[in-house]
């Protein structure tokens, strides 16, 4: 008898009392009886325990019926029939039309997958309704505070800094000076180049003592080359990031990178601090980085003669006596010029003078070669 025909015969029998079919309920018995009860591991994607076992079972015994596997796993076969019924709901089985139906499993690959695929879909539509519900939330007397005082715990610190990269859409602002805890460098931040690769702007006025430690310039090269915007300042007063201008981060202590962290929402504190930005940023001169991690700033011209006989001396730490002797000019007037100089770098101490002096006078010679 060709195998349909037989399939078919056999599924009009009682499987109670044909020898065929109480032999087949025998070796079930015995196959599933030589195996442990499966630990369930399917759910998280909403697969009942009962549900794994007879699913597991169907793939050792495929064509097997309620009243074969009830036995075997301990429960009734009606237990069993609303089990098959919850895989068959899901896509991880299918039962046949008999009177005493057979179940077979689908493969676990597109079973599983299948169903993954739905539940990121529910996850997304999930995840729409949360500016909906931030919108409610606000709009009762108990909405979330304008400040809020984040404890002085990297792991509390670490998820607000990595949400205002993630939640980000338009742009990113973002004051980058010294002492750091969350944002050093090899910290692998993911978030800010997702952010990147959404389309989010990202402006970064940098201090010029961050480029002096250890791994930094490598870093600000690398947000260079991806696309954000660098801009050195001499000196400001604190560090900062303000994410689409709705959410601001920053320390209540610069020096104590450790400590507590100032959390603020849209108010009219946060925009302050952004117009602050934007006269900060009006100030910070061009940042721009080469392959090999050098540097050079802005691209303005070199400074009138007076000036630029200052710079090198200036960044070699000469006094002011002998820089005054060098120049054949009196100390007075040689510290009428280094207030000048300081004025137009906005420089706050004789070594940050120096230094950016050298590197303008380096840039403006680059431009006009």
Request: charged share 20%; hydrophobic share 45%; aromatic share 6%.
């Given at each position: 008898?060709?195998?349909?025909?037989l399939?078919?015969?056999?599924?009009t029998?009682?499987?109670?009392t044909h020898p065929?079919?109480?032999?087949?309920?025998?070796?079930i018995?015995?196959?599933?009886?030589?195996?442990?009860k499966?630990?369930?591991?399917l759910?998280?994607?909403?697969?009942?325990?009962?549900?794994?076992?007879?699913?597991?079972?169907?793939?050792?015994?495929?064509?097997?019926?309620?009243?074969?596997?009830?036995?075997?796993?301990g429960?009734?076969?009606a237990?069993?029939?609303?089990?098959?019924?919850g895989l068959e709901a899901?896509?991880f089985?299918?039962?046949?039309?008999?009177?005493?139906?057979?179940?077979?499993?689908?493969?676990p690959d597109i079973?599983i997958?299948?169903?993954?695929l739905?539940?990121?879909k529910?996850?997304q539509?999930?995840?729409l309704?949360?500016?909906?519900l931030?919108?409610?939330?606000m709009?009762?007397?108990?909405?979330?505070?304008v400040?809020e005082?984040?404890?002085?715990?990297?792991?509390a610190?670490?998820?607000?800094?990595a949400?205002?990269?993630?939640?980000?859409?338009?742009?990113?602002?973002c004051?980058?000076?010294?002492p750091?805890?969350?944002?050093a460098?090899?910290?692998?931040?993911?978030?800010?180049a997702?952010a990147?690769?959404?389309g989010v702007r990202?402006?970064?006025?940098?201090?010029?003592?961050?480029?002096a430690?250890p791994g930094?310039?490598?870093?600000?090269r690398?947000?260079?080359?991806?696309?954000?915007e660098?801009?050195l300042?001499?000196d400001?007063?604190?560090?900062?990031?303000?994410?689409?201008?709705?959410l601001?981060?920053?320390p209540?202590?610069?020096?104590e990178?450790q400590?507590?962290?100032?959390?603020?929402?849209?108010s009219?504190?946060?925009?302050?601090?952004?117009?602050?930005?934007?006269?900060?940023?009006q100030?910070?001169?061009?940042?721009h980085?080469?392959?090999?991690n050098?540097?050079?700033i802005?691209?303005?011209?070199?400074?009138?003669?007076?000036?630029?006989a200052m710079v090198?001396l200036?960044?070699?730490?000469?006094n002011d006596?002998?820089a005054?002797e060098?120049?054949?000019?009196?100390e007075?007037?040689?510290?009428?010029?280094?207030?000048a100089l300081?004025?137009?770098?906005?420089?706050?101490?004789?070594?940050q003078?120096?230094?950016?002096a050298?590197?303008?006078?380096?840039?403006?010679?680059?431009?006009?070669g």
């Amino acid at each position: 008898m060709a195998a349909g025909t037989l399939r078919a015969h056999l599924a009009t029998q009682n499987p109670l009392t044909h020898p065929t079919l109480a032999r087949e309920r025998t070796l079930i018995t015995m196959d599933l009886s030589a195996e442990p009860k499966a630990t369930p591991s399917l759910g998280m994607l909403g697969i009942t325990a009962l549900e794994e076992q007879v699913y597991r079972s169907l793939l050792r015994v495929p064509g097997s019926t309620p009243e074969m596997l009830a036995a075997p796993l301990g429960c009734t076969a009606a237990a069993i029939h609303g089990a098959a019924l919850g895989l068959e709901a899901k896509g991880f089985a299918t039962i046949g039309p008999e009177q005493q139906p057979r179940l077979f499993p689908s493969p676990p690959d597109i079973a599983i997958e299948s169903l993954l695929l739905h539940r990121q879909k529910e996850l997304q539509q999930s995840r729409l309704a949360i500016a909906d519900l931030q919108r409610e939330q606000m709009s009762t007397a108990e909405g979330n505070p304008v400040v809020e005082i984040i404890d002085a715990d990297p792991a509390a610190q670490a998820q607000p800094y990595a949400q205002s990269h993630s939640r980000a859409v338009s742009e990113v602002l973002c004051l980058i000076r010294p002492p750091f805890l969350v944002s050093a460098p090899n910290k692998g931040e993911n978030s800010r180049a997702e952010a990147r690769k959404r389309g989010v702007r990202y402006r970064n006025i940098v201090h010029p003592d961050t480029l002096a430690l250890p791994g930094w310039p490598e870093i600000l090269r690398q947000d260079y080359e991806a696309g954000e915007e660098l801009r050195l300042l001499s000196d400001f007063p604190f560090k900062m990031i303000v994410a689409d201008r709705e959410l601001g981060l920053l320390p209540l202590k610069i020096e104590e990178p450790q400590g507590p962290m100032l959390l603020l929402r849209r108010s009219a504190v946060l925009d302050a601090l952004c117009e602050l930005f934007e006269t900060l940023w009006q100030k910070a001169v061009p940042l721009h980085f080469a392959a090999d991690n050098s540097y050079s700033i802005g691209t303005a011209a070199a400074f009138p003669s007076p000036l630029d006989a200052m710079v090198p001396l200036l960044a070699a730490g000469v006094n002011d006596k002998v820089a005054a002797e060098r120049l054949g000019m009196s100390e007075r007037t040689f510290m009428r010029r280094i207030d000048a100089l300081y004025q137009s770098l906005d420089a706050r101490s004789r070594f940050q003078a120096g230094w950016l002096a050298a590197l303008r006078t380096m840039d403006a010679a680059k431009t006009t070669g």
